[in-house]
């Protein structure tokens, strides 16, 4: 008896009619994988954008005209780079009204070169007026580095926490390994002030590198000059304030929200459109279901009448016809989950590269979450598109199934 199952008729049917079913099987799967990259997309740029806004820690930040995209590029995409911004005006600015906090930052960028362990943004900071980066060491459960010591960002698997890194004629110690932002600062090592000042005397005995500005020295200069604005103040006008006193001297103010917003602007809509698109898929691939499995129904009446002859209820004939769909479509979703984490837990790497903006894919149980319900939402479109058929079939008698398919 065990060969009259529902589970053994319907996969007989299914081995029977092996292109349908082969097509059924990649229409879900294409559907899901798309579903799928587009949801695990849409998430990793949010998640993106809000350790963007999370690890900037500061309200605006001070930096060299000159400097460009540069302080972008390294925060956000990990673009090395290394600017100057004279110790004495970043002092000054740090001493303005409306300013609450103000610690200095200074950026070198290592070579690509036997002499360095990975091309990466050195990131010098101040531990004492420091704001920024010491809460993120703590939520990292890593320790300040001290003179001679870095700390790494969490995309450097080739170096390891009690290792040695290479940098110009320097090796410093690893003290600690940061968690993954989706940032520039993922590729990027930390130290304090002192070691930061060390290595640029360093940096600059190699041909290519950026050159002091006259008249100063390695202890004359920073990069940047992180800032908190009183909550009382006018940010925008303490902004304009300082583009216009500090012009002469090649500074513009940068608001962090601004760096945010650059990096998220066309979130929304990206998610606006992968939203749609889902949603579009799903639909599409419900009605071609149905339209499948309604013209196969039609086929097999001649089928469903002899097994309503010999007693088949009409509840078991739905269960048939449902049962095929929850295997074929089963089976579409299971490939297409498996392709996508082929893709990007591989290649996760050059899908951040790729994507040119902030980007932290989600975390293991948040994954795993996406993965069940993307499984489940593409496993379910059969049973549903074959529910009216299923239906439909079981409301006719017998009789008129065997007269109809004969």
């Known amino acids: ?31 899901t994988l798309l579903i799928t990259g587009g949801t695990w997309l849409g998430l990793s740029l949010r998640n993106g954008a809000e350790s963007t806004r999370a690890r900037l820690g500061a309200d605006a930040i001070a930096i060299p005209q000159s400097s460009g995209d540069s302080l972008e590029g390294a925060l956000l995409m990990g ?5 100057y911004l004279s ?8 001493l303005l009204d409306g300013v609450e906090r103000a610690t200095p930052q ?41 003179y001679g010591e870095v700390v790494i960002g969490g995309n450097l698997y080739n170096l ?37 000042r060390m290595l640029l005397a360093e940096y600059e005995k190699y041909q290519g590198a950026q ?46 929200q601004s760096i945010v917003n650059d990096a998220s602007k066309n979130l929304g809509l990206i998610a606006g459109i992968l939203g ?37 209820t009409r509840g078991r004939l739905s269960a048939i016809i449902i049962t095929e769909s929850a295997l074929l479509c089963g089976a579409g979703a299971t490939i297409a989950i498996g392709a996508v984490c082929l893709v ?6 050059l899908i951040e590269r790729a994507m040119q903006a902030a980007y932290l894919p989600p975390a293991s149980g948040a994954a795993a979450g996406l993965f069940a319900a993307c499984l489940l939402l593409g496993a379910s479109v059969g049973p549903l598109a074959s529910l009216l058929s299923a239906v439909r079939i079981g409301r006719d008698e017998a009789f008129a199934n065997i007269m109809e398919g004969g």
């Open 106 to 146: 200074l950026f070198i960028s290592s070579f690509d070169s036997d002499h360095c362990a990975a091309l990466v943004q050195i990131i010098g900071y101040d531990p004492a007026t420091d704001f920024v980066v010491t809460p993120w060491l703590v939520s990292s459960d890593v320790a300040q580095p001290q």
């Open 79 to 83: 673009s090395p780079s290394t600017f």
């Open 276 to 312: 749609l698109l889902i949603s579009s898929l799903w639909i599409l691939a419900l009605f071609v279901l149905a339209v499948i499995f309604t013209l196969a129904l039609d086929g097999r009446r001649r089928e469903f009448g002899i097994l309503r002859a010999v007693g088949a």
């Open 87 to 94: 110790a004495d005006t970043a002092e000054r600015i740090a």
């Open 160 to 196: 390891k926490l009690g290792g040695k890194m290479p940098l110009f004629s320097v090796e410093l110690n690893v003290v600690g390994v940061l968690d993954k932002t989706g940032m520039g600062f993922d590729n990027s090592v930390f130290v304090d002030m002192e070691t930061a």
């Open 211 to 256: 050159p002091l500005p006259e008249g100063l020295g390695t202890q004359g200069v920073v990069s940047a000059v992180l800032l908190d604005i009183d909550d009382g103040f006018d940010s925008l006008a303490f902004q304009r304030s300082v583009n216009l006193g500090f012009r002469d001297e090649g500074v513009r103010l940068v608001a962090s």
């Open 1 to 31: 008896m065990s060969r009259f199952t529902t589970a053994a008729i319907a996969w007989g049917n299914i081995s029977h009619k092996r292109f349908r079913s082969v097509c059924i099987v990649l229409l879900t799967a294409a559907t």
């Open 344 to 349: 990007v837990f591989p290649y996760g790497e």
